[in-house]
């Protein structure tokens, strides 16, 4: 039985250009932090490395301790002392990205859908940001993020897609078997990788990402309005 619905978030509940985001982001967060003392390059470079650190993780910290180790290393311990400036752009500045952002009303039509069948909803994105830049970006799809049971953020994950741990660790923040839940994402690569460990999937094709141009139809797959079909039929 049904009784969880995994929602990816980049790509999925919001449509985006991942390219257009992430120039967006960084074009706020450098306007935030380089006047503290940082040269914008090397900020932006140090974003990435730890981005890649928290890919690589291998469960034994937390996604947000990997990050913060590595950003020690290339900016220096004295990056410590602007931490509350990262929080405060979280809450703040980062709001800006959103002008970049799509936006479809299927997104929030479809969770308040499942929600009408009492069914839990729960967002599995990347997990290599803070909660605040999650709920902003659950926020801006048009959904309130309170009304998610669970969303991964990189201080509740020590994995990051596509490693089928990080499926893993969600089962266990929701207690739920494999088999109750379904994963809905775009990114063949990233999100279909939950069947690994026995979840359900669904790929969603609006914005669908498939740089190994994997044959699609091994997996069922749509629209927003083909996903709410199909979840019907699961109940």
């Not at 074009?27 to 928290?54: D, S």
């Not at 900016?75 to 959103?98: C, K, M, P, T, W």
């Not at 139809?217 to 083909?226: A, Q």
Request: glycine share 6%; hydrophobic share 40%; proline share 5%.
């Amino acid at each position: 039985m049904l009784k969880y619905v995994l929602f990816d978030l980049d790509g999925t509940l919001l449509p985006m250009d991942q390219d257009v985001f992430v120039r967006a982001y960084f074009k706020e967060l450098v306007k935030k932090i380089a006047p503290l003392g940082y040269e914008p390059e090397k900020l932006k470079n140090a974003v990435w490395t730890g981005m890649k650190y928290m890919v690589g993780n291998d469960g034994t910290q937390t996604n947000e301790e990997v990050f913060w180790k590595s950003f020690r290393e290339c900016l220096g311990e004295e990056i410590l002392l602007h931490r509350s400036a990262f929080d405060e752009f979280y809450r703040n500045e980062f709001n800006l990205v959103q002008k970049v952002c799509g936006f479809t009303p299927k997104a929030a039509e479809t969770v308040q859908l499942i929600k009408d069948h009492y069914i839990k909803t729960a967002v599995a994105t990347l997990p290599v940001f803070p909660a605040p830049a999650i709920e902003a970006r659950i926020r801006w799809a048009g959904v309130d993020p309170d009304t998610m049971e669970f969303y991964t953020s990189y201080e509740t994950c020590s994995y990051t897609k596509p490693h089928p741990m990080y499926y893993q660790q969600i089962l266990g923040k929701l207690d739920a078997a494999p088999q109750e839940c379904l994963m809905v994402g775009n990114n063949v690569d990233e999100d279909m990788i939950a069947r690994t460990v026995g979840m359900q999937v669904f790929l969603l094709t609006d914005d669908l990402i498939n740089e190994h141009q994997t044959d699609i139809s091994v997996y069922p797959n749509g629209s927003f309005d083909e996903l709410q079909q199909f979840i019907l039929s699961q109940l």
